[in-house]
């Protein structure tokens, strides 16, 4: 197999709800680098309206579609923004589960990522921009489940979740009307 330009390649997402989206920009990435590790943002956030699911739904939901083929970690929110200290706080939580630096930022939305690096010197990551080839969103997403439009929901997400639906449908419904939270 042919060496792939990238070490470690990352992305960081809340998969609030995972979908066919996210899926895309994660098998383009893993593609290009020899490990991807997926870090599973508001991690310490569940039972929200905006925030659902808990940590190991995400993480189960991610490792249905995509096995062993990438690595899946909790980031909890610092409550600081998207800005350095947010960039600081990432890389260090890379560098703690994976071992190293990453040599590419997976993104999927049209502002700077790298901006986050700003404030470390030297530093050397290449930014992975992946557009939008399917439209859909989360929000979208968790209202079919709240509307109870399982054809929507399904053809937008990967079939080896179909058997979560009643399981995330009612999430949804449960978190309805929640809308503290710890995340910015």
């Given at each position: 197999?042919?060496a792939?330009?990238?070490?470690?390649?990352i992305?960081?997402?809340?998969?609030?709800?995972?979908?066919?989206?996210?899926?895309?920009?994660?098998?383009?990435?893993?593609?290009?680098?020899?490990?991807m590790?997926?870090?599973?943002?508001?991690?310490?956030?569940?039972?929200?309206?905006k925030?659902?699911?808990?940590?190991?739904?995400?993480?189960?939901?991610?490792?249905?579609?995509f096995?062993?083929?990438?690595?899946?970690?909790?980031?909890?929110?610092?409550?600081?923004?998207?800005?350095?200290?947010?960039?600081?706080?990432?890389?260090?939580?890379?560098?703690?589960?994976?071992?190293?630096?990453?040599?590419?930022?997976?993104?999927?939305?049209?502002?700077?990522?790298l901006?986050?690096?700003?404030?470390?010197?030297?530093?050397?990551?290449?930014?992975?921009?992946?557009?939008?080839?399917?439209?859909?969103s989360?929000?979208?997403?968790?209202?079919?489940?709240?509307?109870?439009?399982?054809?929507?929901?399904?053809?937008?997400?990967?079939?080896?979740?179909?058997?979560?639906?009643?399981?995330?449908?009612?999430?949804?419904?449960?978190?309805?009307?929640?809308?503290?939270?710890?995340?910015?």
């Amino acid at each position: 197999m042919e060496a792939r330009p990238f070490e470690l390649g990352i992305m960081v997402g809340r998969f609030q709800t995972f979908h066919a989206g996210h899926e895309y920009m994660v098998n383009k990435a893993a593609a290009i680098c020899e490990r991807m590790a997926v870090f599973i943002g508001s991690s310490q956030e569940s039972g929200t309206q905006k925030n659902p699911y808990d940590y190991s739904t995400r993480e189960r939901m991610l490792r249905k579609v995509f096995g062993d083929r990438v690595e899946i970690y909790p980031l909890p929110d610092i409550g600081v923004g998207n800005n350095s200290k947010w960039g600081d706080y990432v890389l260090e939580s890379v560098r703690r589960c994976c071992g190293r630096t990453p040599d590419l930022l997976v993104s999927g939305k049209e502002e700077r990522r790298l901006s986050w690096f700003d404030s470390v010197e030297g530093l050397s990551i290449a930014e992975l921009y992946v557009p939008k080839v399917i439209e859909i969103s989360a929000t979208q997403l968790r209202g079919y489940l709240l509307d109870g439009d399982r054809e929507s929901w399904q053809s937008y997400t990967d079939p080896k979740l179909w058997d979560e639906y009643e399981t995330l449908r009612s999430a949804v419904i449960a978190a309805q009307g929640n809308t503290e939270t710890a995340s910015l």
